[in-house]
Protein backbone atom coordinates (compact mmCIF):
# COMPACT_ATOMS: atom_id res chain seq x y z
CA UNK A 1 0.00 0.00 0.00
CA UNK A 2 1.12 3.54 -0.92
CA UNK A 3 1.17 6.64 1.95
CA UNK A 4 1.46 9.77 0.43
CA UNK A 5 2.67 12.53 2.39
CA UNK A 6 2.33 16.17 0.64
CA UNK A 7 4.10 19.37 1.63
CA UNK A 8 2.47 22.50 -0.20
CA UNK A 9 6.23 24.43 -0.66
CA UNK A 10 9.64 24.02 0.97
CA UNK A 11 8.81 26.84 2.66
CA UNK A 12 6.39 24.67 4.73
CA UNK A 13 8.89 21.97 5.27
CA UNK A 14 11.56 24.23 6.99
CA UNK A 15 8.97 26.13 8.87
CA UNK A 16 8.15 22.74 10.21
CA UNK A 17 12.04 21.92 10.50
CA UNK A 18 12.53 24.96 12.73
CA UNK A 19 9.52 24.22 15.00
CA UNK A 20 11.57 20.86 16.26
CA UNK A 21 13.41 21.42 19.82
CA UNK A 22 16.33 21.49 20.65
CA UNK A 23 16.25 18.14 22.23
CA UNK A 24 14.58 16.72 19.27
CA UNK A 25 17.61 18.25 17.28
CA UNK A 26 20.12 16.61 19.17
CA UNK A 27 18.35 13.31 19.11
CA UNK A 28 18.45 13.15 15.77
CA UNK A 29 21.60 15.03 14.41
CA UNK A 30 19.54 17.85 12.82
CA UNK A 31 18.45 15.69 9.85
CA UNK A 32 15.41 15.93 7.50
CA UNK A 33 12.49 14.54 8.36
CA UNK A 34 10.51 12.30 5.80
CA UNK A 35 8.52 15.59 4.44
CA UNK A 36 10.73 18.00 4.46
CA UNK A 37 12.86 15.43 2.15
CA UNK A 38 10.29 14.92 0.21
CA UNK A 39 9.35 18.79 -0.22
CA UNK A 40 13.14 19.42 -1.04
CA UNK A 41 12.62 16.69 -4.13
CA UNK A 42 9.47 18.55 -5.49
CA UNK A 43 11.17 22.17 -5.53
CA UNK A 44 13.95 20.41 -7.46
CA UNK A 45 11.71 18.38 -9.92
CA UNK A 46 9.04 21.89 -10.23
CA UNK A 47 12.14 23.92 -10.88
CA UNK A 48 13.61 21.13 -14.01
CA UNK A 49 9.98 20.74 -15.71
CA UNK A 50 7.31 22.93 -17.74
CA UNK A 51 4.71 21.08 -15.74
CA UNK A 52 4.74 21.46 -12.69
CA UNK A 53 1.28 21.43 -11.38
CA UNK A 54 2.19 17.20 -12.21
CA UNK A 55 5.17 16.99 -10.21
CA UNK A 56 4.49 14.17 -7.03
CA UNK A 57 6.60 12.24 -4.74
CA UNK A 58 5.02 9.72 -2.45
CA UNK A 59 6.83 7.83 -0.09
CA UNK A 60 6.38 3.68 -1.67
CA UNK A 61 7.91 1.47 0.68
CA UNK A 62 9.64 2.44 4.04
CA UNK A 63 11.42 -0.25 6.37
CA UNK A 64 13.60 0.62 9.57
CA UNK A 65 16.96 1.65 7.72
CA UNK A 66 15.74 2.69 4.18
CA UNK A 67 12.64 4.93 2.57
CA UNK A 68 12.13 4.54 -1.17
CA UNK A 69 10.74 7.69 -2.54
CA UNK A 70 8.75 7.75 -6.25
CA UNK A 71 9.30 10.84 -8.25
CA UNK A 72 6.20 11.00 -10.89
CA UNK A 73 6.68 13.77 -13.88
CA UNK A 74 4.28 14.57 -17.19
CA UNK A 75 5.92 11.92 -19.79
CA UNK A 76 7.19 15.22 -21.97
CA UNK A 77 9.18 16.42 -18.63
CA UNK A 78 10.63 12.58 -18.46
CA UNK A 79 13.54 13.94 -20.26
CA UNK A 80 14.43 16.86 -18.48
CA UNK A 81 14.11 14.82 -15.05
CA UNK A 82 16.40 12.56 -16.25
CA UNK A 83 18.70 14.41 -18.56
CA UNK A 84 21.36 13.41 -20.84
CA UNK A 85 22.80 9.99 -19.68
CA UNK A 86 21.03 10.15 -16.27
CA UNK A 87 23.16 12.60 -14.99
CA UNK A 88 20.12 14.65 -13.66
CA UNK A 89 18.97 12.09 -12.49
CA UNK A 90 22.05 11.19 -10.60
CA UNK A 91 22.25 14.32 -9.34
CA UNK A 92 19.26 14.46 -7.63
CA UNK A 93 19.73 11.04 -6.27
CA UNK A 94 23.17 12.58 -4.92
CA UNK A 95 21.59 15.61 -3.22
CA UNK A 96 18.76 13.75 -1.65
CA UNK A 97 21.34 11.48 -0.14
CA UNK A 98 23.68 14.33 0.82
CA UNK A 99 20.71 15.59 2.82
CA UNK A 100 19.68 12.56 4.62
CA UNK A 101 23.46 11.64 5.65
CA UNK A 102 22.71 12.99 9.17
CA UNK A 103 19.51 10.60 9.31
CA UNK A 104 19.10 7.27 10.18
CA UNK A 105 17.26 6.27 7.07
CA UNK A 106 18.45 5.86 3.41
CA UNK A 107 16.82 7.35 0.56
CA UNK A 108 16.22 5.62 -2.78
CA UNK A 109 14.79 7.88 -5.69
CA UNK A 110 12.90 6.08 -7.95
CA UNK A 111 11.73 8.35 -11.42
CA UNK A 112 8.49 6.96 -13.05
Request: charged fraction near 35%; aromatic fraction near 2%; proline fraction near 2%.
Amino acid sequence: MTDEIRIETLEDAVENETAQTENEREENGCALTMPAMIALIEFIAKSLVDAPESVRVIEKESDETSVTLELSVAQDDMGKVIGKQGRIAKAIRTVARAASVKSDKKYKLEIV
